[in-house]
């Protein structure tokens, strides 16, 4: 299975409550079978712009993932959900 998750960093997500949210999507990623051969894990973080945190092939342990997740960086701005879609599409799209 592949997942990709979207990290909303832009000023709809206050500085200070983003550490919430990325604890929140480091509770989902601890419960699943984290691996090369079980559960792939991409992340994109976006704001007025999408970036790629990680892609499928970067980490292969859950702890790597939470990590990333957890120092995903804040940037504030507007909130572009399309651009974050547009890169999760791409992003899978290239690991197939």
Same mark, same amino acid.
């Given at each position: ?8 960093? +832009?000023?709809?997500?206050?500085? $200070?409550? @983003?550490?919430?949210?990325? $604890? ?8 699943? $079978? ?25 980490? +292969? +342990? ?8 957890? #120092? ?14 547009? @890169?999760?599409?791409?992003? #899978?799209?290239?690991?197939?």
């Amino acid at each position: 299975m592949d997942i990709i998750i979207g990290i909303d960093v +832009s000023g709809s997500v206050r500085r $200070e409550y @983003l550490p919430n949210v990325t $604890e929140f999507i480091g509770n989902v990623v601890d419960d699943l $079978e984290v691996g090369p051969d079980k559960t792939r894990v991409a992340a994109v973080y976006f704001s007025d712009q999408a970036y790629l945190l990680f892609n499928f092939t970067r980490f +292969s +342990s859950k702890q790597d993932v939470i990590y990333a997740i957890k #120092h995903t960086p804040y940037i504030g701005g507007r909130t572009n959900s399309a651009a974050a879609l547009q @890169l999760m599409v791409l992003t #899978h799209t290239l690991s197939v």
